[in-house]
């Protein structure tokens, strides 16, 4: 019993060092201590925390089990089951990576971090929203950190909220490996099985057991660098602005104590203040603020001028870089200029300002442009290569850098790892990808619109369900296909997701069959084959099996990669063989089957035959068709199955009449409009014999024309009120004339004049219309400033 109860206060020293370790070396060596001490393997993740709390059960301990418990008895958890054999490595252990490695490790996933550096060393001080305040509380903040938003106090250092976490990600079983450095992503090898080796990271050192790390999440967290390819960036640009950090040693005596702290004051609201600033110290400052954490922490932004006079600038340069440069900037009179600024702002209250050291073992001051922000264009992407897929994410501010003055740094970082979170455990249960990327991005739109004000006000139901977080939430804002360009199966390359438009769209997608319906699918390669010798497509099974179907189909868009007119319909193995190749070879579909299989009687599956034809389907869906001169089956497939060059016509008289506003006080009488609309029946056909005169070549100009001119102007009688004898007239000049021009083979000369009133077809209308009656003698009403003409 005695020796028990020795364990039992020896696990909860050992857990009480692990709580009060002060950086990161000293945590990491007091969790391997407790778990060596324990015998608990921190690498089955699944039973250790279960484990851990099972053995440590000192009343401190039990304290933040309660809490960890309450978090993760969350149904979106599902006990830890949501993301059960889901493998996530997370590059990059600041706030936002670590937020994220929790959220996942409550999922169940099997989390790995890794981090470049082997410190905590970020002096600078976080301003915290109250939901960000209330997560880390219920997340068991105070019991690591006992100051941490006590009383009114918003703030945090990075480090110390760093630490924190990582205590938290230790717990529940994440690994954390420091002095590792994320490289590249590394594609999975081709020549394997589905058992093989997936997507790994390549990492410095090479040799360490990350390297052999298998992964179907990977997310970026490691900053404004992101280390991860495939994500375009835009740039926010604003007026210069010139910000400072400072952070000077806090010694926690009374004097420093008294000292009141300065939450932000801004030039319009307090100008007298910084007038005298400037007149006593010739500083001059647009804020500043004043937070007191483990250093007295000062960020204040500067004006170019101030900073020129004052030396810390030496020279003006119009670009920004330039201007900031470090070769640009005078340390001296930069740690001076801080120093001053801050002993003015507290009145000279702070006994010792001597600057605290970074990670360099520098005085910890900093000058940059904060008004240049940079923000991805998207949140997330999927990358597919030799059946292997893996979601890529980013978070915090790899994602969205925070502008400085509202805080929203860690805010909105917590944010995007809920939201990363949600989209893994979606990515778990097998949703379709692209709707998956699809609700993604339509929650990251909202990102950057959140404030403390316009996000949920109820913080105990906040969980990584984007419902309990955003009101009037719609998922469904971005659709499906409008990221397709974020599913990427090619080989992977340097470069950006905005690809130039010759580049061929990525056919090679696994879509379901839900997608693209089977009933669809058939009916577009049904209009797409139609009219082609041999070719009659019923189904999408035994009609392909001759070959001339799916050779019918590359020629209809492609005619100069396979000539039609040469196939034998007997030769189904070659037909098939011929088509598979080209397809393979030019649009890097690869075959489900091969030609003589095919053409050997077997009916292929209709899913494999479903997947393979989809596959045209995205290639070639909205592809405009090429000209009317490519090589088809005679004049009678031409007909049946109408070429590409007839679409500028048509576009061009769906230009023809644009719709014109008319103000109400100046409409015609009904005289007078049905003058208005002959006139513009006779311009307008003057337009059309233009437009199909100069766009129509050869025989089909001697075919088209007339029946062209004839068919629209027998459609603008429609809803006239000219009898049926005059349409039956109509008619009868139409098949005359179609048949003369079928009869000349000469391409007739232009008309000298396009006055439509000396055609026959005019005359016929003219006399069986009768003429409009004279107006009506009325008031004329006033005048209106605006005229028809106005509008014509």
């Given at each position: 019993?005695?020796?028990?109860?020795?364990?039992?206060?020896?696990?909860?020293?050992?857990?009480?060092?692990?709580?009060?370790?002060?950086?990161?070396?000293?945590?990491?060596?007091?969790?391997?201590?407790?778990?060596?001490?324990?015998?608990?393997?921190?690498?089955?993740?699944?039973?250790?925390?279960?484990?851990?709390?099972?053995?440590?059960?000192?009343?401190?301990?039990?304290?933040?089990?309660?809490?960890?418990?309450?978090?993760?008895?969350?149904?979106?958890?599902?006990?830890?089951?949501?993301?059960?054999?889901?493998?996530?490595?997370?590059?990059?252990?600041?706030?936002?990576?670590?937020?994220?490695?929790?959220?996942?490790?409550?999922?169940?996933?099997?989390?790995?971090?890794?981090?470049?550096?082997?410190?905590?060393?970020?002096?600078?001080?976080?301003?915290?929203?109250?939901?960000?305040?209330?997560?880390?509380?219920?997340?068991?903040?105070?019991?690591?950190?006992?100051?941490?938003?006590?009383?009114?106090?918003?703030?945090?250092?990075?480090?110390?909220?760093?630490?924190?976490?990582?205590?938290?990600?230790?717990?529940?079983?994440?690994?954390?490996?420091?002095?590792?450095?994320?490289?590249?992503?590394?594609?999975?090898?081709?020549?394997?099985?589905?058992?093989?080796?997936?997507?790994?990271?390549?990492?410095?050192?090479?040799?360490?057991?990350?390297?052999?790390?298998?992964?179907?999440?990977?997310?970026?967290?490691?900053?404004?660098?992101?280390?991860?390819?495939?994500?375009?960036?835009?740039?926010?640009?604003?007026?210069?602005?010139?910000?400072?950090?400072?952070?000077?040693?806090?010694?926690?005596?009374?004097?420093?104590?008294?000292?009141?702290e300065i939450s932000g004051v801004a030039f319009i609201f307090n100008q007298k203040f910084f007038q005298d600033l400037r007149q006593e110290t010739g500083i001059d400052l647009e804020n500043i603020v004043y937070y007191k954490d483990n250093t007295h922490y000062f960020v204040m932004t500067a004006k170019k001028q101030s900073l020129l006079d004052k030396g810390?600038?030496?020279?003006?340069?119009?670009?920004?870089?330039?201007?900031?440069?470090?070769?640009?900037?005078?340390?001296?009179?930069?740690?001076?200029?801080?120093?001053?600024?801050?002993?003015?702002?507290?009145?000279?209250?702070?006994?010792?300002?001597?600057?605290?050291?970074?990670?360099?073992?520098?005085?910890?001051?900093?000058?940059?442009?904060?008004?240049?922000?940079?923000?991805?264009?998207?949140?997330?992407?999927?990358?597919?290569?030799?059946?292997?897929?893996?979601?890529?994410?980013?978070?915090?501010?790899?994602?969205?850098?925070?502008?400085?003055?509202?805080?929203?740094?860690?805010?909105?970082?917590?944010?995007?790892?809920?939201?990363?979170?949600?989209?893994?455990?979606?990515?778990?249960?097998?949703?379709?990808?692209?709707?998956?990327?699809?609700?993604?991005?339509?929650?990251?739109?909202?990102?950057?619109?959140?404030t403390p004000e316009n996000i949920a006000k109820n913080f105990d139901l906040y969980t990584i369900d984007p419902g309990t977080r955003y009101p009037n939430l719609n998922s469904n804002c971005v659709r499906p296909h409008q990221v397709r360009s974020n599913y990427i199966c090619g080989e992977m390359k340097p470069c950006s997701l905005e690809r130039a438009a010759?580049?061929?769209?990525?056919?090679?997608?696994?879509?379901?069959?839900?997608?693209?319906?089977?009933?669809?699918?058939?009916?577009?390669?049904?209009?797409?084959?139609?009219?082609?010798?041999?070719?009659?497509?019923?189904?999408?099974?035994?009609?392909?099996?001759?070959?001339?179907?799916?050779?019918?189909?590359?020629?209809?868009?492609?005619?100069?990669?396979?000539?039609?007119?040469?196939?034998?319909?007997?030769?189904?193995?070659?037909?098939?063989?011929?088509?598979?190749?080209?397809?393979?070879?030019?649009?890097?579909?690869?075959?489900?089957?091969?030609?003589?299989?095919?053409?050997?009687?077997?009916?292929?599956?209709?899913?494999?035959?479903?997947?393979?034809?989809?596959?045209?389907?995205?290639?070639?869906?909205?592809?405009?068709?090429?000209?009317?001169?490519?090589?088809?089956?005679?004049?009678?497939?031409?007909?049946?199955?109408?070429?590409?060059?007839?679409?500028?016509?048509?576009?061009?008289?769906?230009?023809?009449?644009?719709?014109?506003?008319?103000?109400?006080?100046?409409?015609?009488?009904?005289?007078?409009?049905?003058?208005?609309?002959?006139?513009?029946?006779?311009?307008?056909?003057?337009?059309?014999?233009?437009?199909?005169?100069?766009?129509?070549?050869?025989?089909?100009?001697?075919?088209?024309?007339?029946?062209?001119?004839?068919?629209?102007?027998?459609?603008?009688?429609?809803?006239?009120?000219?009898?049926?004898?005059?349409?039956?007239?109509?008619?009868?000049?139409?098949?005359?004339?179609?048949?003369?021009?079928?009869?000349?083979?000469?391409?007739?000369?232009?008309?000298?004049?396009?006055?439509?009133?000396?055609?026959?077809?005019?005359?016929?209308?003219?006399?069986?219309?009768?003429?409009?009656?004279?107006?009506?003698?009325?008031?004329?009403?006033?005048?209106?400033?605006?005229?028809?003409?106005?509008?014509?």
């Open positions: 019993m005695g020796e028990a109860e020795d364990e039992k206060i020896q696990s909860g020293r050992l857990f009480e060092n692990f709580v009060q370790a002060t950086d990161c070396k000293s945590t990491l060596q007091a969790f391997n201590i407790m778990c060596s001490y324990l015998e608990l393997d921190p690498l089955e993740h699944s039973t250790f925390y279960s484990g851990l709390k099972s053995m440590v059960t000192s009343w401190k301990a039990k304290a933040l089990w309660s809490k960890l418990d309450k978090r993760a008895s969350n149904k979106e958890y599902k006990k830890g089951k949501a993301c059960e054999g889901i493998k996530c490595l997370i590059i990059g252990g600041g706030p936002c990576g670590l937020r994220t490695a929790i959220e996942l490790a409550f999922l169940g996933a099997k989390v790995v971090v890794i981090e470049k550096r082997d410190t905590f060393s970020r002096n600078n001080v976080l301003h915290l929203w109250p939901y960000t305040i209330h997560d880390l509380r219920a997340l068991g903040a105070k019991k690591f950190y006992g100051k941490f938003c006590a009383g009114a106090i918003d703030h945090i250092s990075i480090r110390q909220l760093q630490l924190m976490l990582l205590k938290i990600a230790l717990l529940l079983g994440v690994e954390f490996h420091v002095n590792v450095e994320f490289v590249k992503l590394v594609e999975p090898p081709e020549d394997q099985e589905n058992e093989g080796p997936g997507w790994r990271a390549e990492i410095r050192p090479a040799d360490h057991p990350v390297a052999d790390f298998d992964f179907d999440v990977v997310v970026g967290a490691d900053g404004r660098r992101n280390s991860l390819e495939g994500f375009r960036r835009k740039e926010f640009r604003g007026k210069l602005a010139i910000a400072i950090t400072a952070n000077f040693i806090n010694r926690n005596t009374t004097a420093e104590a008294k000292v009141e810390v600038i030496i020279h003006d340069y119009i670009d920004t870089e330039a201007l900031l440069n470090s070769e640009n900037v005078n340390q001296e009179a930069l740690l001076a200029y801080a120093r001053e600024a801050a002993d003015y702002a507290t009145h000279y209250q702070l006994p010792m300002l001597d600057y605290a050291m970074n990670h360099c073992g520098q005085p910890d001051v900093a000058m940059f442009d904060f008004t240049c922000m940079y923000a991805s264009e998207s949140a997330a992407l999927v990358r597919e290569r030799f059946g292997h897929s893996v979601l890529v994410a980013l978070v915090g501010d790899s994602l969205l850098e925070p502008f400085w003055p509202m805080g929203t740094g860690c805010a909105r970082g917590f944010l995007a790892a809920f939201d990363t979170a949600w989209m893994a455990k979606s990515w778990a249960q097998g949703r379709n990808p692209l709707e998956v990327l699809a609700e993604r991005s339509s929650l990251y739109r909202l990102l950057p619109q959140t010759t580049i061929r769209r990525p056919v090679n997608l696994a879509r379901r069959e839900s997608e693209i319906r089977p009933s669809r699918l058939l009916t577009w390669c049904q209009k797409q084959t139609e009219g082609c010798r041999g070719v009659n497509v019923t189904d999408l099974t035994s009609c392909w099996s001759s070959g001339l179907a799916l050779c019918a189909l590359i020629h209809r868009f492609r005619p100069q990669l396979i000539d039609y007119d040469s196939l034998n319909e007997q030769d189904c193995a070659k037909n098939l063989q011929l088509a598979f190749d080209v397809a393979e070879k030019e649009f890097g579909i690869k075959p489900f089957i091969t030609g003589k299989e095919l053409a050997a009687g077997q009916e292929p599956d209709k899913t494999s035959m479903c997947n393979y034809l989809s596959k045209f389907y995205e290639l070639f869906r909205g592809t405009p068709l090429p000209p009317s001169d490519s090589k088809r089956d005679g004049d009678a497939n031409n007909e049946k199955c109408p070429s590409g060059s007839s679409r500028p016509v048509y576009k061009s008289l769906s230009l023809l009449q644009p719709r014109k506003r008319i103000p109400k006080n100046d409409k015609k009488t009904e005289d007078n409009d049905a003058i208005y609309k002959r006139r513009r029946k006779i311009s307008y056909l003057e337009e059309v014999s233009i437009i199909v005169y100069n766009n129509i070549p050869g025989r089909e100009l001697k075919e088209n024309k007339v029946k062209f001119m004839a068919t629209q102007l027998l459609a603008k009688f429609e809803d006239s009120t000219a009898s049926c004898s005059i349409r039956r007239q109509v008619n009868t000049i139409l098949s005359e004339l179609t048949a003369s021009a079928d009869s000349n083979d000469e391409r007739p000369p232009r008309p000298p004049s396009l006055d439509m009133t000396d055609s026959p077809l005019f005359n016929i209308i003219k006399k069986k219309v009768p003429p409009p009656p004279p107006p009506k003698k009325q008031v004329e009403p006033p005048k209106s400033v605006y005229t028809h003409k106005q509008y014509l």
